[in-house]
């Protein structure tokens, strides 16, 4: 890439508030991604109890069936993303992944079900490369933290809509009797539930045509002027030649989102068994949790970011996935399965929500921080490759082995979700502590690039 260049910086951003509705738009997109993705979560045990699968079975639904496209497929589309209209493929990947949502309630046998989850996470993949780079070109580097954390805030949103929403609707077709629809015969109450979550989605797809495709800032350029087409090659040798903090940064997250989807996969189960709690219980109780103190956590990261980073810390992001994030997840990953009683379990998950939703936020916006423009979209896609990887695979698969394979009662889930989350915890804090160091060379680096542009 020895004949491109960035691009002098650009001050033709769209107006502050169309810029914020595109966010909102995007987060909301997000929600009902995770919605769709979440739902299931809630419903292991009467599913379990219909098909006859282990907990093991189930764990590869919530994770292997979901995590094997939606990440391999995540670095082409990031490509894509790079080159082609942002807005298109995210409508493209909402109208997808409602679908097979509702494609999920059809289905028969375990084998369907794992296709319909294969296909909710190949629409699925479309959409946070895409959202990253799109929101990146509608605000400055210097007020981009909080917006990008605004958009990752659909991640407990979305969650907290799953559990608390979700449970509303659980407890309603619950209470019905079987539906019995045209050719398909009759569904029991959790199918149901698939179809009435997956379909309401596609008016966001629809809504996706109000949202306008913004120049592209901070371009790398040939000799000529002209926007440059980076080689994959290229892209692959500018992330290796940073390996140290891309590696560090991807390895740190995905631990970090291991300890997340195991409590979004097994926490409700985990009520139910440990405490005799009903699933409309477990869903209120984590749902309100997650709907104002993942927000909280979201908009307190994303401002701390703003604030650290205009004083001048160069790791401002990575310091607060690693204080404000791990600091909070890793001590109470581990204490809320062992608690006596319910009530204190629902406390500590307070902490630990709040911690979820920061690491979240920073980590996401950290990453547009240091990678160029037309790189921003493939890096992210590796990006969620990796920690989706991790994090969808292992983590509800070896909660599900512990329970499954070593101590051979669903009842010990408690004591799996606490080993899963002390060891990745650890590993975690490891590999972030390492990374402090590296990203702000990686950012010093960006931004010197920047300034020599002007």
Known sequence: MTDQTIAPAQQDYPAPAYGWYVVSILTLAYMVSFLDRQ?????????????????????????????????????????????????????????????????????????????????????????????LSLISDYFPREKRGLPLSIYNMGVSLGAGVAFLFGGFIIQYAFAQPPVNAPIVGELKAWQTVFIVVGLPGLLIAALMITVKEPTRKDTLKTADGSAAVIPIRDVAKFLAERWRTYGSHFLGMSVVTILGYVYFSWIPTCFIRTWGWEISQISYAYGIIMLIF?????????????????????????????????????????????????????????????????????????????????????????????????????????????????????????????????????????????????????????????????
């Open 39 to 131: 739902i299931l979560n809630l419903l292991v045990e009467p599913i379990k109890a219909d098909i006859g699968v282990t907990d093991f079975q189930m764990s590869l639904l919530m994770g292997l069936a979901f995590a094997m496209f939606y990440t391999v497929l995540g670095i082409p589309i990031g490509r894509l993303a790079d080159r082609r209209s942002r807005r298109g493929i995210i409508a493209a990947g909402i109208t997808l992944w409602c679908l097979m949502t509702a494609a999920f309630g059809l289905a028969r046998n375990y084998f369907w079900m794992f296709l319909a989850r294969v296909g909710v996470g190949v629409g699925e993949a479309t959409l946070s490369p895409s959202a």
């Open 294 to 454: 993942g927000p909280l956590g979201v908009t307190l990261g994303g401002l701390l970011t703003d604030r650290l980073y205009n004083k001048g810390y160069k790791d401002a992001h990575m310091r607060v996935v690693l204080f404000l994030g791990a600091g909070l997840m890793v001590p109470f990953g581990v204490l809320v399965p062992l608690m006596p009683t319910p009530e204190w379990a629902v406390a500590l998950l307070i902490p630990f929500s709040i911690g979820g939703a920061a690491a979240t936020a920073a980590g996401g916006a950290a990453l547009m921080m240091i990678t160029p423009n037309q790189m921003r979209g493939q890096a992210s896609a590796l990006y969620y490759f990796v920690i989706n990887l991790f994090g969808l695979t292992i983590g509800p698969s070896a909660v599900a082995a512990i329970t499954d394979f070593v101590y051979g009662d669903d009842a010990a889930l408690r004591y799996s979700i606490a080993w899963v989350c002390g060891v990745a915890g650890v590993i975690a804090v490891g590999f972030l502590v390492y990374n402090l160091k590296q990203f702000a060379q990686s950012l010093e680096e960006a931004e010197a690039i920047a300034a020599a542009s002007n």
